[in-house]
């Protein structure tokens, strides 16, 4: 079975650019919840999703945005991009929203220049 | 805010040699999971503990999960290069989804 994937796997982008980073979770997964991981740190929890509802939020600002289709398959939209947002943004999914085991993604790497 | 610090940051140690990660908070948790991540890869699952005074074992790694469920240790008996990574703990604060990660112990093992 194919694990989580996303896409793409690099992105260079420029100051106030807008940026959709994807994710596909296992078969089966309705969950899907997307984490920021800044150089040297550990992941740090954006949103959860699932059946297509949020479920969670962390403390991000209002350019970050989600959502999730009925495929279970996920968008995370960043816009006005910063320098600060240069992180290996990681996805990951699990059979439903509470106390599962996750399952991440290889990430996607955002170098904002 | 529930926190989980982990302690080392960074390890360096000869094959062979055996070594302990803890992870610490001041709230409880329900669960604490391992993660190890290798670079440019996401974070792969190695354990979940959840009763209080639990231990794993996952061949040459031994997990404890605290009695009180606040803290959790990561103990590598003779250490391989193969280990070499950056070693994560989380938990999820009272029953969401979410999960809390530590910053980090990043492991290099020299042969």
């Known amino acids: 079975d194919a694990g989580v994937t996303q896409s793409p796997t690099h992105l260079i982008k420029t100051r106030g650019q807008q940026v959709t980073l994807r994710c596909s979770p296992i078969?089966?997964?309705?969950?899907v919840s997307w984490y920021q991981q800044v150089l040297g740190q550990g992941p740090q929890f954006i949103f959860q999703y699932y059946e297509k509802e949020e479920r969670g939020r962390g403390n991000f600002p209002d350019r970050f945005s989600a959502r999730q289709f009925p495929n279970y398959s996920s968008e995370l939209n960043v816009n006005a991009l910063l320098l600060g947002d240069s992180a290996l943004y990681l996805c990951?999914?699990?059979?439903?929203?509470?106390?599962?085991?996750?399952?991440f993604g290889d990430g996607t790497r955002l170098s904002i220049l | 805010t529930q926190l989980l610090e982990q302690s080392p940051q960074f390890l360096s140690i000869q094959e062979g040699e055996n070594l302990t990660v803890y992870c610490n908070s001041s709230?409880?948790?329900?669960?604490l999971q391992w993660y190890r991540q290798e670079p440019g890869e996401g974070p792969v699952l190695l354990v979940t503990v959840v009763t209080g005074g639990e231990v794993k074992k996952l061949k040459r790694l031994t997990f404890q999960f605290g009695d009180a469920r606040k803290d959790s240790s990561l103990h590598i008996t003779a250490a391989q290069p193969g280990d070499t990574g950056l070693y994560l703990c989380a938990g999820p604060p009272s029953n969401t989804g979410k999960l809390i990660f530590g910053q980090g112990t990043t492991l290099q093992v020299k042969p």
């Open positions: 078969s089966g997964h309705k969950s």
């Open positions: 990951a999914s699990s059979r439903v929203a509470s106390n599962q085991p996750q399952h």
């Open positions: 709230s409880v948790f329900s669960s």
